[in-house]
T-cell receptor, first 112, second 115 residues
Framework: DVKVTQSSRYLVKRTGEKVFLECVQDMDHENMFWYRQDPGLGLRLIYF???????EKGDIPEGYSVSREKKERFSLILESASTNQTSMYLC???????????FGPGTRLTVT | AQSVTQLGSHVSVSEGALVLLRCNYS??????LFWYVQYPNQGLQLLLKYTSAATLVKGINGFEAEFKKSETSFHLTKPSAHMSDAAEYFC?????????????FGKGTHLIIQP
């Protein structure tokens, strides 16, 4: 069965902290994605990666960075967390061209 | 550039009634389209997808969607709503040709089922 896992379901951090969100997929997919989800705004793409060590900015990359050292793992980094980064973060992966994305359960991050 | 519009942020139907969730898209290339469902505090789960085969696509849980090119629509339907269908539904349009296939999502429609 297809599986995308995220390191935490709920996370509370303080303003200014460095935050790491981890995502692992077991499907040998080339592509991985990070979205944030906010009420009324749907899903917005932060960054994606199409290969190990390769990354591309999405629609809202400001304040975020990513790392992909291994094919199965894609990390989202908040260099200095701010309250406006309080959100639900969803990781996804996809394989074949025109294929669907498979999503993890999400991490609800609260920055206080 | 692709975009997706979901009409109605909230849709309320009675149990047993028809479910109709509307999705219109714009795409400069032949699109491929998806509907996802999200239950509370969970990730997104694929309901169905259209990738240029049959225009009427059947998905899980009794849902189906029809691709209408002339109307640039991909509305989601279910003949008889069940209480377990209460969730957030997202329509998405795919775009390929770049370094990776990406999806553009609509803002979502919250489906409420009245007993």
């Amino acid at each position: 069965d297809v599986k995308v896992t995220q390191s935490s379901r709920y996370l509370v951090k303080r303003t200014g902290e460095k935050v790491f969100l981890e995502c692992v997929q077991d499907m040998d997919h080339e592509n991985m994605f990070w979205y944030r989800q906010d009420p009324g705004l749907g899903l917005r793409l932060i960054y994606f990666s199409y290969d190990v060590k390769m990354k591309e900015k999405g629609d809202i990359p400001e304040g975020y960075s990513v790392s992909r050292e291994k094919k199965e793992r894609f990390s989202l980094i908040l260099e200095s967390a701010s309250t406006n980064q309080t959100s639900m973060y969803l990781c996804a992966s996809s394989g074949p061209p025109r294929g669907e994305q498979y999503f993890g359960p999400g991490t609800r991050l609260t920055v206080t | 550039a692709q975009s997706v519009t979901q009409l109605g942020s909230h849709v309320s139907v009675s149990e047993g009634a028809l479910v109709l969730l509307r999705c219109n898209y714009s795409s400069s290339v032949p699109p491929y389209l998806f509907w996802y469902v999200q239950y509370p505090n969970q990730g997104l789960q694929l309901l169905l997808k259209y990738t240029s085969a049959a225009t009427l696509v059947k998905g899980i849980n009794g849902f189906e969607a029809e691709f209408k090119k002339s109307e640039t629509s991909f509305h989601l339907t279910k003949p008889s709503a069940h209480m377990s269908d209460a969730a957030e539904y997202f329509c998405a349009v795919g775009h390929s040709g770049g370094v990776a296939d990406g999806l553009t999502f609509g803002k979502g429609t919250h489906l409420i089922i009245q007993p």
